[in-house]
């Protein structure tokens, strides 16, 4: 079944193909092409192959999505997009997969920090791309990477260059507004040698059921300082799946924040590859409601030596929902003085949720100092009993605990407008527990 | 870490002990497998009716399986045809009725193995039942055993004397199509123990099976099947080894464990099949079903394994909790050396209510060994109040080898208690420090600070094998400091 319906998509390829940019160049044709051939050898990724084995992502293949051609001439609800457009940052907005000028703010960067759309990029200096392109992640990872090298249609280019300190947070805004609609993006990010940037990737769509298949590049140069901040807030009928594959060099300095509130079906890959004394954060919360089902990957690749890796992932699940975690840590035979630490927390608040968790580490030197940690169950009877013992109602007491369990992941985010706006989504998906007056 | 490299190299260089061979007159098969095979096998044996049909149902389902390639371990394929599926020390019709009857060269290998039957009667302790090949080669305390009405015997006379209690309870945990080796272990097994406790009763000594595999070119499948009825207790020791070898050998056994309401096994192993040498040439793969169904309300499994030995360990001795406020217990020391490859831990499936299940495992790998921790947490939707306590440290010696922890956690239960922790490490500079300040050599400060890591399941094993156990894993350690 699985090439079969894969084919749908393979035998659609010829229409869009013409239309997809880059076609004049050769190595980008290549590599589409490469990519093309191993997505319809493998189809879609199947519950066989163990990252995959919690995630049926079968229904993708029954629906078949299309892709937009060329950019979208639909008016979208602004007030509504207003939302989720920060203050303090600089935008750049990709509708159905394609950068709309109209809608981004990229007024006032300063000159020498490239903020583009990729087609933009393509036309002006594919060398440039060229560089960067596929050198994070092969199309050979798996199946949704090899199908957004085949299909992405456009993403955005941000480079910052070296001893560049950008003050304001660039926020790259995906949005879909059509139903059965795929919007394949890929983007590259570079931070050179010193240079320190924020960006906060943010994900929402029309109430309907879509493919949101977004690839995103990350190059983290010489003692260069990234944050990034993924905030997913897919429609819930929505498909996502969001690939981040970020290359650390030396001394460099990553930290991605990771909130998985929206799709029905949502699979997030952060993979990092760490070079010489550099350091990674990975933080995550899930929130599962509903019938979602949310998928976190996470690898961190200790390649080299004296690099510290800390990762934090928090789940609380309700209703029919599944949450999984799968993490991976691998220190390579080389990677003496390796610092790694994993964590994930879950919480279960319904009979009918499920988890899956599938911490990993794999360990070729022995110099190394590496845990991680899983835990499933319960809010700590002896915490609600202390709030009870402090005239706290039962079912307010649980309240406060499962809001205090998920929002400390929210108060890392030091920024203003973002943290009112994931604090807003999290009281949403909670409303019953929403708890943040008063007492907080 | 100051042993220098000529030192480790004659460290490393310590001798299999138990790497003799025995020189007998054997029944052997030809190497190869068949339906016909089977059918000779069954007629051999002198089995029922019901067991023909088992073998060649558990057969044809094999050969429509392919071996498991998802474990860490690599190793060549197997070529099934070239195993000789029986090999029995020749001996009279009748077998042997009593010690006095066994092949004296039998009983002087395990002399050398350190199981000396013939004491065995006087020294108050073991009862031992050992395998040698193939063949269940001598059962001591049976009389006494006997009395207490428990039953304790080769499962292939168990076959032929207590037929339905065999019936009812064999593949009744591990079905003939579990997996590859566990097929293939149902199709040809030819020997292996069967103990059956009545109830309410708490077995007056603990029971014991040495397994050997002594010719060239066989496999060993042994099958062991215990059931421990209502309120019984029985605690069950297992030890192996085999000779060295240059071509590697397969032992692929199963042991189902059955606890009924009340009841509680202990399962002990001590693990020291032939590990191949330095070059990793030779060695025992040792692929292993061991599973226990704690089919009762209150019933315990507690499964302690010492791992030293074999070149490949496939092996995960798992708990079905099925009763409500079952037990199970995972204790588990797996070391590797060289290069040695383990890829073991364990699944505890809780189905019962307020089940219960603790893991604890410590690998430590050295030289070029990979040490893997598979393992599983699965909590279904009924299992109210579960609980699950795992703990899996890895210590690495040298910096050629490789320990991964792969655990899954998978539960459905809002009240259910999962925690998991794995940390991995190398012995800490500042613990040899302090111990050789102390006057203590590096060698020494090593071997204490392991045997510190692995206290936890030592303290589990029974006296006689935490003995041996720790003395195993010094020499299987030793040399690979430095």
Same mark, same amino acid.
């Given at each position: ?7 749908? /998509? ?89 950068? *709309? ?40 990872? @798996? ?30 805004? @995906? ?36 493919? *949101? ?35 650390? *060099? ?16 949502? %699979? ?28 976190? @990957?996470?690898?961190?690749? @200790?390649?080299?030596? /004296? ?20 993490? %991976? ?60 013992? %402090? ?50 | ?113 350190? =199981? ?93 099976? $040495? ?15 215990? =059931? ?29 464990? =059955? ?25 025992? $793969? ?102 699950? $306590? ?17 655990? $899954? ?74």
């Amino acid at each position: 079944m699985t090439t079969q319906t894969a084919s749908r /998509y393979t035998a659609e390829y010829s229409k869009i193909e013409a239309k997809l940019p880059g076609g004049s160049l050769p190595w980008l044709l290549e590599l589409r092409n490469d990519a093309l051939k191993q997505f319809s050898g493998r189809g879609f990724p199947s519950l066989r192959e163990e990252e995959w084995r919690y995630t049926n992502v079968s229904s993708i293949e029954k629906n078949l999505f299309e892709p937009r051609l060329e950019p979208s001439d639909q008016q979208i609800d602004k007030d509504w997009l207003k939302n989720y457009c920060l203050a303090d940052c600089w935008q750049i907005v990709l509708v159905d997969g394609y950068y *709309s000028a109209e809608l981004s703010n990229l007024a006032g960067i300063p000159k020498n920090v490239t903020i583009k759309s990729l087609n933009e990029l393509l036309d002006a200096d594919a060398e440039q791309v060229e560089s960067y392109f596929g050198k994070a992640v092969s199309i050979d990872e @798996h199946s949704f990477v090899a199908f957004n090298t085949a299909w992405f249609g456009d993403g955005a280019f941000i480079r910052i260059p070296a001893k560049t300190l950008l003050d304001k947070p660039v926020q790259l805004l @995906h949005v879909v507004t059509d139903p059965n609609r795929l919007a394949a993006t890929r983007n590259l990010v570079i931070a050179e040698s010193m240079a320190q940037a924020q960006m906060i990737e943010t994900y929402v769509g029309v109430d309907q059921a879509y493919l *949101s298949a977004a690839v995103t590049e990350v190059f983290v140069e010489p003692n260069a300082d990234l944050t990034m901040f993924k905030l997913q807030c897919e429609s819930e009928k929505a498909y996502h799946f969001g690939g981040t594959y970020v290359k650390q *060099s030396r001394d460099a300095r990553f930290s991605h924040h990771n909130f998985a509130f929206g799709s029905l079906l949502a %699979r997030s890959d952060i993979h990092v590859d760490l070079g010489h004394a550099s350091e990674c954060n990975l933080n995550g919360l899930y929130l599962g409601i509903k019938r979602q089902h949310l998928d976190n @990957h996470t690898r961190i690749n @200790h390649l080299e030596p /004296y690099a510290v890796s800390r990762e934090v992932y928090k789940g609380v699940l309700d209703d029919r929902a599944r949450g999984v975690f799968q993490g %991976r840590v691998v220190v390579a035979e080389d990677a003496q003085k390796t610092d790694s630490e994993m964590n994930n927390r879950n919480l279960l608040l319904s009979n009918d949720a499920e988890v899956d968790t599938k911490p990993q580490l794999e360990i070729y030197a022995d110099d190394v100092k590496c845990a991680h940690g899983v835990t499933v169950g319960q809010l700590d009877e002896k915490s609600v009993f202390y709030l009870q013992s %402090r005239c706290v109602d039962e079912e307010t007491a649980r309240n406060m605990l499962t809001f205090a369990f998920a929002n400390e992941m929210v108060t890392k985010i030091k920024q203003k407008s973002l943290h009112d706006l994931v604090l807003a989504e999290v009281l949403k998906r909670f409303p019953q527990r929403g708890i943040t007056q008063d007492w907080l | 870490m100051s042993a220098s490299a000529k030192e480790i190299e004659q460290l490393i260089g310590k001798e299999y002990k138990q790497g003799f061979v025995t020189e007998l007159e054997t029944d052997t098969f030809p190497p190869g497998l068949d339906e016909e095979v089977i059918y000779k096998l069954w007629k051999i044996k002198n089995e029922p009716e019901f067991m023909l049909e088992y073998r060649l149902k558990a057969f044809r389902h094999w050969q429509t399986m392919k071996s498991p390639e998802w474990a860490f371990v690599k190793f060549d394929p197997i070529d099934y045809q070239a195993v000789s599926y029986y090999s029995a020390p020749k001996r009279k019709e009748d077998g042997p009725k009593s010690l006095d009857e066994v092949d004296p060269q039998i009983l002087e290998a395990y002399k050398k193995l350190g =199981i000396p039957l013939d004491e065995q009667e006087r020294l108050a302790g073991v009862a031992v039942d050992a395998v040698f090949d193939s063949v269940s080669v001598a059962t001591t305390f049976k009389s006494k055993l006997k009395e207490a009405g428990v039953i304790f015997c080769p499962i292939s006379e168990a076959l032929r004397e207590y037929p339905e209690l065999v019936q009812q309870y064999l593949g009744s945990v591990v079905p003939t199509g579990d997996n590859f080796f566990a097929a293939l272990n149902s199709a040809v097994f030819t020997d292996g123990s069967f103990v059956y406790i009545p109830k309410g009763v708490r077995c007056p000594m603990e029971l014991s099976t $040495y397994f050997r595999i002594n010719a060239a070119n066989t496999g060993q499948f042994e099958r062991t099947l215990i =059931i421990a009825d209502e309120g019984s207790y029985v605690s069950y020791l297992e030890g192996c080894t085999a000779p060295m070898r240059d071509e590697n050998q397969l032992h692929a056994a199963v042991v189902e464990l =059955i606890a009924l309401d009340n009841a509680e096994i202990k399962y002990s192993t001590v693990q020291n099949w032939y590990p191949g040498d330095k070059e990793g040439k030779g060695g025992i $793969y040792n692929f292993v079903t061991k599973r226990a169904d704690c089919r009762g309300e209150n019933s315990k499994v507690s499964w302690t394994q010492v791992e030293t030995g074999s070149a490949i360990t496939w092996k995960y001795p798992s708990c079905v909790l099925t009763g409500n406020n079952s037990i199970g217990e995972f204790y588990s020391v797996a070391l590797t050396n060289n290069y040695q490859q383990a890829d073991t831990g364990t699944k505890m499936i809780h189905i019962g209510k307020n089940t219960r299940s603790t893991i604890i495992s410590k690998g430590i790998s050295a030289g070029r060994a990979q040490n893997t921790y598979r393992g599983l947490v699965k909590v279904l939707k009924g299992a109210e109040n579960a609980r699950n $306590y795992t703990q899996c440290d890895s210590l690495l010696v040298g910096d050629k080898c490789g320990a991964h922890t792969f655990p $899954y956690v998978e539960v459905k239960q809002p009240s259910a208690q999962v925690e998991h922790e794995a940390t991995t490490s190398k012995i800490s500079e500042d613990q040899l420090f302090f111990c050789q300040q102390r006057g203590l050599s590096a060698e020494d400060a090593v071997s204490m600070i392991v045997n510190g890591f692995c206290k936890e399941v030592f303290k589990e094993l029974p006296m006689e094998f935490a003995v041996e156990a720790q003395a195993l894993l010094g020499l299987s350690l030793e040399g690979s400091v430095g």
